[in-house]
């Protein structure tokens, strides 16, 4: 039996595909479409899910929506009419946008999927999953357990902003939900936007700027912003927030709360805005372990699986894990609302239709869900590009590539299938030397185009991970920090301890300092050479060479770019940056054999996120 998942028209479209239950693709629409979070019907993902899985749209058994717009638009008008006559600029704007699409869905699907297989009859075939439930599923059902509790939080759905459920063998009960116009998500996306960040993509950017600052503003947050309970139950106080009819996520009165209007884009970032970023994630994760505790103690479940975008939070994730009330955590990699396409996938097949579910482990399989390219097809891509390159055998490109690294070039990595979900996780990545004191500034500046306060990740061969961070779980999916352990650090002088924001990031801290943030932290992927042999070898060689079993990783692709998907997306990036070196498949390029003539202005050929 075989569900297509579609998530889209909100943010981050995506299509999923699974075979008798089985994950068989998944991929966002916005690597195919170039255009960052599209959130336009993805035909493009779908039609590369049906070629993945070698099938016809017509010999699809089912195709199921993320979530149900009539609950949705029951919300949108519930919300107005309580909130009149203030937000009459909001509603003249967003109700003719349902009234001739959102509202009639159904239609518009229909539409959509006939203009795929030419037969526009999919009303009975056409099901829609509950937006939390996408989310729940999509972490519970891939998850290796039996039994767990699952918690998603996020923005908003149709109704619910947070819930939990008890997930066991092939159903999932939703037995608690926090509902709109309280959410946890809305209010990290109001200091996103107070902040000077775009809202709906700058909330992990609120996240690493925290470490530079003190949360002095968090017990302002819970006794005016919120009323938190033991649990983790809460409420806002509404008076402060715009983001329920107006046009902003803000107000003149959280303005005069917080000392002033919001930060332009353009302004500097001062240390208010970082006290700030700290104030909101200290909240954030003081919320998260209440209700995390609470539900432990509540169902007694010794397992936890989370979805949801605040699920990518992933410094209250690391603590959550250290909390020690579940032993052990599932963390849906897509857990944004890309995720859902694949949950409702999930959902269809076991709730809906009755099917039964098989775990067997991880069944996201590293995540690595995307399009692959055979060795030949590459060739041709990158000749079409006019690409200058050397064919190397596996085990030369491993070596010449570790090398390179060792000498602290910056490296192109295109491998294998391209990953689901927000992060690049070693098959679309820019490597680096993790012991450079200046890798972290030259990939900011210099390739990425980004924010020089941004930290970069580590990747670290799991048997090793607990030599060099306080963590001995599995991380492969980039979603939990630790601390670089003390062995490894560096302890900061008097004078170097007084400097100010971002010049904390500068003062080598550790034995990698390229991936040590100025709280001693990293964002951790542990690399497993079952699902990744290659990108496991380079980090073996890389070690041989130099003792060090760690690499930057960060995404291919440049700030405001989707994630590089097909070969020639790499060769512009590669021709765009200053990165040094790229490998896509066992084509080898340098950038002084490349004619000049290709390089490309990149710094500005992307809307900044």
């Not at 996306?189 to 700058?202: C, D, I, L, R």
């Not at 291919?556 to 200053?578: K, L, S």
Request: net charge neutral.
């Amino acid at each position: 039996m075989r569900i297509l998942g579609i998530s889209a028209f909100y943010h981050d479209s995506a299509a999923a595909l699974i075979e008798d239950g089985r994950i068989v693709a998944a991929a966002q629409e916005e690597r195919f479409s170039r255009k960052k979070h599209d959130s336009r019907f993805p035909v493009h993902a779908l039609r590369y899910c049906l070629t993945e899985g070698g099938v016809e749209l017509g010999n699809v058994d089912r195709v199921v929506f993320y979530d149900k717009p009539f609950l949705k638009f029951e919300r949108l008008l519930e919300t107005y009419v309580t909130f009149a006559p203030r937000g009459i600029k909001s509603f003249s704007m967003a109700i003719p946008l349902w009234l001739r699409e959102k509202l009639f869905l159904k239609d518009l699907l229909n539409k959509e999927l006939a203009k795929i297989d030419g037969s526009g009859g999919w009303n009975e075939q056409l099901l829609f999953s509950e937006h939390h439930l996408s989310h729940a599923a999509s972490a519970f059902f891939p998850s290796p357990f039996g039994e767990a509790v699952v918690l998603t939080m996020d923005g908003v759905g149709e109704w619910a902003t947070t819930s939990a459920a008890i997930g066991k063998e092939n159903r999932l009960e939703v037995f608690k939900e926090i509902h709109f116009p309280h959410s946890l998500g809305l209010l990290y996306s109001a200091m996103t936007y107070y902040t000077g960040f775009k809202v709906n993509s700058g909330e992990y950017k609120v996240m690493g700027l925290a470490p530079y600052g003190e949360p002095k503003y968090a017990d302002k947050i819970f006794k005016n912003l919120m009323d938190v309970k033991a649990d983790g139950s809460f409420r806002l106080d509404l008076s402060y927030f715009n983001y329920c009819t107006g046009l902003t996520m803000t107000n003149a009165k959280f303005d005069d709360l917080f000392g002033g209007p919001p930060r332009k884009p353009d302004q500097l970032l001062t240390q208010r805005h970082m006290d700030l970023a700290a104030s909101i994630q200290a909240v954030t994760e003081e919320v998260v372990l209440r209700l995390t505790r609470s539900l432990r103690k509540e169902t007694g479940i010794r397992n936890l699986c989370l979805a949801g975008g605040v699920a990518l939070n992933c410094v209250a994730n690391g603590k959550v894990l250290r909390d020690g009330h579940f032993e052990q955590i599932y963390i849906q990699p897509a857990a944004g609302d890309a995720g859902g396409a694949l949950g409702a996938a999930l959902a269809g097949y076991h709730m809906q239709l009755g099917q039964e579910r098989r775990v067997n482990g991880d069944a996201m399989r590293g995540a690595y869900l995307g399009p692959a390219f055979a060795q030949t097809e590459i060739e041709a891509r990158l000749k079409s590009c006019g690409a200058k390159f050397d064919l190397l055998e596996e085990s030369a490109l491993i070596a010449t590539c570790a090398e390179d690294l060792a000498e602290g070039k910056a490296l192109g990595w295109f491998q294998g299938r391209m990953e689901f979900g927000p992060r690049a996780l070693g098959n679309r990545s820019i490597l680096g030397d993790p012991r450079s004191p200046t890798m972290r500034k030259t990939l900011n500046l210099k390739v990425k185009y980004r924010e020089s306060f941004r930290p970069f990740a580590p990747s670290v061969l799991r048997d090793r991970v607990s030599d060099w961070f306080d963590l001995d779980n599995d991380s492969p999916y980039m979603l939990l920090v630790a601390d670089v352990v003390k062995a490894r650090r560096r302890e900061m002088m008097v004078e170097e301890k007084q400097l100010f924001g971002i010049d904390k990031l500068n003062v080598p801290r550790s034995d990698i300092p390229a991936v040590t943030h100025v709280d001693y932290s990293a964002r951790v992927q542990t690399v497993h050479k079952d699902t990744n042999p290659r990108y496991h070898a380079l980090l073996s060689a890389f070690e041989r060479k130099t003792g060090y079993p760690v690499l930057v990783n960060t995404s291919f692709n440049v700030r405001g770019e989707p994630i590089v998907c097909v070969p020639e997306d790499a060769f512009r990036c590669f021709m765009g940056t200053e990165l040094d070196v790229l490998a896509v498949g066992n084509c080898y390029l340098r950038k002084e054999s490349q004619d000049p003539a290709l390089k490309q202005n990149y710094e500005t050929a992307f809307e900044l996120d």
